[in-house]
């Protein structure tokens, strides 16, 4: 079992102008663990997944991949590897099929029909998804949706901005629990970015908490 580290920031420091967002953050994110990150709109929460994929690069500091800088990884191969999923699940016009193969083409891959059916059951929804219209689908589905594209790249680490926020109790719920078990069936790591502190403590096994002013400091809870 590799309990190494996917993920680890070093002294990360992300300020715009006269701003500092936060710095010398640090963060190590380990294979099969759910670490939360938190805090009030604006501190930063979603800039911290995109410094992970090399979207953003920091003022200061150092991110890695499996002990590897990621600035020497090429970005379409790290981008596989940890996958971020945005705040609004993005649905692209045609049906389920046509969704989860968009993300397998960006990277040049394939996967067969009975292949989409096993990443939908991973999630909860049934084989009858596939031909329904993405853009027909409740708030739910398409988060699942999405992190069933995510899945099929076999992702060592998948980044999560908000993937409840839009949701009624219900379906949060439900997303939560097919998240927990993803987790269980695969080593991999997430890092989930949320506004509700209560969420953070409720659903994963880690929570860090970013407390503006004062720089940016961060606390671990």
């Known amino acids: 079992m590799n309990c190494g580290s996917i993920i680890k920031m070093e002294n990360v420091t992300m300020s715009f102008d006269d701003r500092v967002l936060f710095e010398n953050f640090s963060l190590t994110l380990k294979h ?41 990884i ?3 191969l790290l981008r596989r590897r940890v996958v971020l999923v945005p705040q609004e699940a993005s649905m692209f016009p045609g049906t389920v099929r ?14 067969s029909d009975d292949e989409l059916v096993v990443a939908l ?8 998804y596939l031909l329904k219209y993405a853009a027909n ?14 899945l ?7 980044l999560l901005d908000e993937p409840t926020s839009a949701l009624d109790e219900e379906s ?14 695969r080593m991999i790591g997430v890092l989930i970015v949320t506004h509700s502190r209560e969420q953070a403590e409720r659903f994963t096994s880690r929570v860090v908490e970013i407390i503006p002013p004062n720089g940016g400091k961060v606390n671990a809870i």
């Open 137 to 150: 689908l409740s708030g739910g589905e398409k988060q699942r949706v999405a992190l069933a594209r995510a």
């Open 172 to 185: 949060t719920l439900r997303v939560e629990s097919t998240i927990n078990s993803v987790l269980k069936d």
């Open 32 to 72: 099969n663990e759910t670490v939360g990150i938190t805090g009030p709109s604006g501190c930063g929460k979603s800039t911290l997944l995109r410094i992970a994929t090399d979207l953003i690069t920091p003022t200061s500091g150092t991110v890695y991949f499996e002990d590897q800088d990621i600035h020497d």
């Open 152 to 158: 099929l790249l076999r992702p060592s680490c998948l």
């Open 121 to 128: 059951r991973e999630v909860n929804l049934d084989s009858e």
């Open 74 to 76: 090429d970005p379409r």
């Open 98 to 111: 046509d969704n989860l193969l968009w993300g397998l083409h960006v990277h040049k891959l394939n996967a």
